[in-house]
């Protein structure tokens, strides 16, 4: 599902046969470990990972919270269509893991994260369920109105409301931004069917053995149209006939004022071409995307963080006469460019952004203004701190599943996802040591080398007595064979008339698993 703002590409989210999704399901775990010292327990819920459970996640012992006016309506699903949970932040008090849990014990828990890496899934202990106009939370006993909602008026209609209908036991509930405007009709009938679905959990909890599913979030489909769909959208297209009809029968009971912005595609032309979104998903994966202005950003993700650089390019502006001017132009383009990649390449973590140096303390919050602005839109939680004297920010963005460029690709077996291949001369020099080995182990006479043709051609032209000057160091019969089936910087020893392939006896542990 692609989703699309200004006529551009800003999320696109998958649901395939071999990716499944954990993120806002509901699971009966079995405490496998709990470990002071880091104030957490690691909960087995039937996947290949324990999941990782801290004692913030706990069920606090009191509420501290007060009625905020940021409430977070998606909390911990990072408002990803359908990804459930709807934990906001609170503050709260919880004892030591150690007094709550013990190995063995079983515990209801909601996914928030999916794996990444090698971690495995994260938990949480406050259950929440979304619907389409609110998020129930058992465990709470909170109000809220999503901060999107900025009439006081309303927000202060809808909390009493909600007051009106909840029951006496302590429940919470937040109220998501497509619920402005809701009827207490509306509002009843769906928390009613919150309701019955918690307690359905409860008691499938109380028969079964941990670990067990109690509860699955909803299809990525479903999930989205209820998260997202609204009368803010202009359309909702579609070119699958069987899926049409499922999202008409969605719409019709959940909202059938929206139906006539249900489009079904039938054109020739494939339905991400006729909107260019292929071309957009393409440039998720590239490192340089260009600005407007003439100017560009590079893309860097690392282990630790994502490193964004910002470059004027070809954009000059108005020249020697306000080179300020010209850097703000890109700088300001810049910022709205970097919170659209965000979201399409559904980064998380930290993100460092190395914007153009500006001297005027106004433009650097201009730009600052810029980008939370665009990071506003952004479902995920994201915060921007303020423009260093260097021109750096740095932004955090929700992490709840691996990045796009994780999810749809793999480390290059031939660089070892570096993304670098070591040049001509370098591989011309590990021949050399390679044959010095093999000559030293005094077990060869002849030697055969094969390398890419790019590397043959470099010894030919750069290094004319190459062999000359190996065959007298190493006194081995040596002869250069071109390979145009090997990579770039890779090479074969053989040896003798039979050539026998002898490559990995000479060349380090290290470097065979480079060639590999």
């Given at each position: 599902m692609a989703l699309m703002e200004d006529d551009r590409l800003v999320e696109l989210m998958l649901d395939r046969p071999d990716q499944g999704r954990l993120v806002g399901d509901i699971h009966l775990g079995r405490v496998e470990a709990v470990l002071p010292g880091i104030q957490a327990a690691f909960v087995d819920i039937g996947t290949e990972k324990a999941g990782f459970l801290h004692v913030s996640d706990l069920v606090a012992d009191e509420d501290e919270s007060d009625d905020h006016e940021d409430d977070e309506e998606n909390g911990g699903n990072g408002g990803n269509g359908g990804n459930g949970g709807g934990r906001r932040r609170r503050r709260k008090r919880v004892s030591a893991i150690q007094d709550h849990l013990s190995r063995g014990d079983s515990i209801i828990v909601q996914v928030t994260k999916e794996p990444i890496g090698t971690k495995g899934p994260r938990l949480t202990a406050q259950v929440s369920l979304p619907g389409r106009f609110l998020v129930y939370m058992p465990h709470s006993s909170h109000i809220g109105v999503s901060r999107k909602i900025d009439q006081r008026d309303e927000r202060v209609r809808l909390r009493e409301l909600a007051r009106e209908i909840l029951p006496e036991e302590p429940v919470g509930l937040i109220i998501r931004t497509v619920g402005e405007e809701l009827n207490r009709k509306k509002f009843e009938r769906e928390f009613n069917r919150l309701h019955s679905i918690w307690g359905e959990i409860v008691e499938k909890a109380g028969r079964l053995e941990a670990?067990?599913?109690?509860?699955?979030?909803?299809?990525?489909?479903?999930?989205?149209?209820?998260?997202?769909?609204?009368?803010?959208?202009?359309?909702?297209?579609?070119?699958?006939?069987?899926?049409?009809?499922?999202?008409?029968?969605?719409?019709?009971?959940?909202?059938?004022?929206?139906?006539?912005?249900?489009?079904?595609?039938?054109?020739?032309?494939?339905?991400?071409?006729?909107?260019?979104?292929?071309?957009?998903?393409?440039?998720?994966?590239?490192?340089?995307?260009?600005?407007?202005?003439?100017?560009?950003?590079?893309?860097?993700?690392?282990?630790?963080?994502?490193?964004?650089?910002?470059?004027?390019?070809?954009?000059?502006?108005?020249?020697?006469?306000?080179?300020?001017?010209?850097?703000?132009?890109?700088?300001?383009?810049?910022?709205?460019?970097?919170?659209?990649?965000?979201?399409?390449?559904?980064?998380?973590?930290?993100?460092?952004?190395?914007?153009?140096?500006?001297?005027?303390?106004?433009?650097?919050?201009?730009?600052?203004?810029?980008?939370?602005?665009?990071?506003?839109?952004?479902?995920?939680?994201?915060?921007?701190?303020?423009?260093?004297?260097?021109?750096?920010?740095?932004?955090?963005?929700?992490?709840?599943?691996?990045?796009?460029?994780?999810?749809?690709?793999?480390?290059?077996?031939?660089?070892?996802?570096?993304?670098?291949?070591?040049?001509?001369?370098?591989?011309?020099?590990?021949?050399?040591?390679?044959?010095?080995?093999?000559?030293?182990?005094?077990?060869?006479?002849?030697?055969?080398?094969?390398?890419?043709?790019?590397?043959?051609?470099?010894?030919?032209?750069?290094?004319?007595?190459?062999?000359?000057?190996?065959?007298?160091?190493?006194?081995?019969?040596?002869?250069?064979?071109?390979?145009?089936?090997?990579?770039?910087?890779?090479?074969?020893?053989?040896?003798?008339?039979?050539?026998?392939?002898?490559?990995?006896?000479?060349?380090?542990?290290?470097?065979?698993?480079?060639?590999?």
């Amino acid at each position: 599902m692609a989703l699309m703002e200004d006529d551009r590409l800003v999320e696109l989210m998958l649901d395939r046969p071999d990716q499944g999704r954990l993120v806002g399901d509901i699971h009966l775990g079995r405490v496998e470990a709990v470990l002071p010292g880091i104030q957490a327990a690691f909960v087995d819920i039937g996947t290949e990972k324990a999941g990782f459970l801290h004692v913030s996640d706990l069920v606090a012992d009191e509420d501290e919270s007060d009625d905020h006016e940021d409430d977070e309506e998606n909390g911990g699903n990072g408002g990803n269509g359908g990804n459930g949970g709807g934990r906001r932040r609170r503050r709260k008090r919880v004892s030591a893991i150690q007094d709550h849990l013990s190995r063995g014990d079983s515990i209801i828990v909601q996914v928030t994260k999916e794996p990444i890496g090698t971690k495995g899934p994260r938990l949480t202990a406050q259950v929440s369920l979304p619907g389409r106009f609110l998020v129930y939370m058992p465990h709470s006993s909170h109000i809220g109105v999503s901060r999107k909602i900025d009439q006081r008026d309303e927000r202060v209609r809808l909390r009493e409301l909600a007051r009106e209908i909840l029951p006496e036991e302590p429940v919470g509930l937040i109220i998501r931004t497509v619920g402005e405007e809701l009827n207490r009709k509306k509002f009843e009938r769906e928390f009613n069917r919150l309701h019955s679905i918690w307690g359905e959990i409860v008691e499938k909890a109380g028969r079964l053995e941990a670990p067990a599913l109690l509860h699955s979030e909803a299809r990525l489909i479903s999930g989205v149209l209820r998260d997202l769909f609204s009368d803010r959208f202009d359309a909702l297209i579609v070119d699958n006939l069987q899926v049409h009809a499922e999202v008409v029968d969605y719409v019709e009971n959940m909202d059938p004022d929206l139906l006539d912005r249900v489009k079904l595609y039938q054109e020739a032309t494939p339905l991400f071409d006729r909107y260019d979104i292929e071309d957009e998903i393409a440039e998720a994966f590239g490192r340089r995307v260009n600005l407007p202005s003439g100017g560009y950003i590079i893309v860097e993700p690392t282990e630790a963080l994502v490193s964004i650089d910002v470059n004027t390019g070809r954009f000059t502006g108005k020249g020697r006469k306000d080179p300020e001017e010209t850097i703000l132009r890109t700088n300001l383009d810049a910022a709205r460019e970097v919170a659209r990649q965000l979201r399409l390449r559904d980064v998380g973590g930290i993100v460092v952004a190395d914007f153009i140096d500006m001297e005027s303390q106004e433009n650097r919050d201009r730009v600052l203004q810029e980008l939370r602005t665009h990071l506003g839109r952004d479902r995920a939680r994201t915060k921007a701190f303020a423009v260093s004297e260097l021109g750096l920010v740095e932004m955090t963005r929700q992490r709840v599943r691996p990045p796009l460029f994780q999810t749809l690709t793999r480390s290059c077996e031939h660089c070892g996802g570096s993304g670098r291949i070591f040049t001509p001369p370098t591989v011309a020099r590990r021949v050399e040591r390679s044959l010095t080995r093999a000559a030293a182990s005094g077990e060869e006479r002849q030697v055969v080398i094969r390398m890419h043709p790019e590397v043959a051609l470099h010894i030919m032209e750069e290094e004319a007595d190459f062999l000359s000057r190996l065959r007298e160091r190493v006194s081995l019969r040596l002869e250069i064979q071109d390979d145009p089936l090997l990579r770039e910087d890779e090479f074969r020893l053989l040896s003798g008339p039979a050539e026998t392939d002898v490559t990995e006896r000479y060349v380090t542990r290290q470097k065979v698993r480079t060639l590999r």
